[in-house]
């Protein structure tokens, strides 16, 4: 309620002060699963589609139904609060001892290293699900109505135990837990997707809300339900609304004209900032660091694919930003997948978080269907889907092996079990998180692949945020610059230079390290 009070009851004054209008202006407020829809069926590739929007909650929506023809877009039904599938997902988060509202993937990457004992029990006690996906919580084991946690001691006694405390030990019970809401979350995404056709008669199916960013069951709806194709918002988060409600406004509200491409209208969801050659000169000048310039990408190009075949890390700054949550390319850390310690020595000297967390590959789109099961074409451009590693890629695990998949304790070692060809990018489970990459969307990142391929026969690299645990994506070359020197990476590629670790003095003291990063914080 403070909140509201103060702040939310005034927005339409606070825009005008902030944006120095007069307080007349015409300003359109739109309805948060309906600017969710927007940004999910107006950049889709689609002239028709069913939409589904599922989050937490927005206004008093949970979910909601819609069908969009053309350049407008209706919602024919919706869940409300309290009832909601991405609250009951966050919920599990919390249990878990990550945090609500952005520990949400690591729950979903946890759930291949368990068993989904707690199926029945979620379905039989927490949430009755109705045949069209449609859900009922019991809220005698909730706590996030009325106050300031997710879950209460009645659901904590209900699956055996208080919440995990964050950065303590997981337990095999916490990690059955993950499998159990996984399995129930991928089932309701079925049944919404199902009803969504049966209403609607479309082909295809758009989708949004932060519960869209859960890639395991959009994999599953793509190859078991019933729409032909499928197009997720890669900011499909809450930040994506800027984008939905701009598209509504423009297409719907000004009846702006709007033509479908067959590659979508996102543009690689590149639509960030970007440096040129000039600006990322003037600040390795200022810096005196070391670097090599190359006026010709097909040097730059083999230098880093050999720098990666070799078993280096890379930090790769190119072109625009991405828009949402994934590295798509432009501010990524490579790696080599074929290399069985790479998912190790990125996780825990790079990325400085959990060892059991698995990275993407991004994999040359004609080449995909080769190494995931995935139909001739099929495009994954924004790493929204997840798919089988194909049976000729895997490797015959020794009894010793399964055994330590099954029943070690500690993640670490079953993290470091290889299972197949490129186990840098092969989950516990044999499932990836799949980027395809074209030329058309991404431009040097598809020719580096390309140049990769070429040395390594492999099409695939280990594509991870340009980032460490706690930070943003880096924005800017002396993000990059401040996060390349505070990890274990080898290599820096700022658009047309390279900058190799090995060359840059090295800082003496821990202290002086501390020291000569800090004048790259961000204010």
Known sequence: MPLWLKDKLHMRRTLCQRFQMARKTPLVFTDHHESHAASAFLPSPFDAAAILTVDGVGEWSTATLGVGEGNRLRLLQQLQFPHSLGLLYSAFTYY??????????????LAPYGRPLYQELILQRLAELKPDGSLWLNMDYFNYCQGLTMTNDRFHELFGGPPRNPESMLEQRHMDVAASIQKVTEEVLLRMGREAHRQTGMKHLVLAGGVALNCVANGRLLREGPFQDIWIQ??????????????????????????????????????????????????LAEMETPHE??????????????????????????????????????????GDPRNPAMQASMNLKIKFRESFRPF???VLEERASDYFDLRPGQQSPYMLLVAPLRERHRRALSPSESKILLEDPDLRHRVNVVRSSVPAITHVDYSARIQTVDEARHGRFYRLLKAFERISGCPILVNTSFNVRGEPIVCSPAEAYRCFLATDMDALVLESFLLRKDRIKKVATDAERQKYLAQFELD
């Open 293 to 334: 310039r190359f006026e010709s990408e097909t040097e730059l190009l083999e230098a880093t694919a050999r720098m990666l075949a070799e078993g280096k890390i890379v930090g790769w700054f190119q072109g625009r930003m991405e828009f949402g949550p994934r590295a798509l390319g432009t501010r990524s850390i490579l």
């Open 234 to 283: 890669p900011a499909a988060g809450d930040a994506g609304g800027a984008l939905g409600a701009a598209l509504f406004v423009w297409h719907q509200l000004l009846d702006k004209p709007r033509r479908p491409e067959s590659r979508d209208a996102q543009k690689g969801s590149l639509l960030g900032p970007r440096y040129s050659n000039e600006v990322v000169a003037s600040f």
């Open 96 to 109: 878990c001892g990550f945090k609500v509202n952005s520990g949400e993937y690591k729950l979903m990457g």
């Open 360 to 362: 993407a590959p991004c």
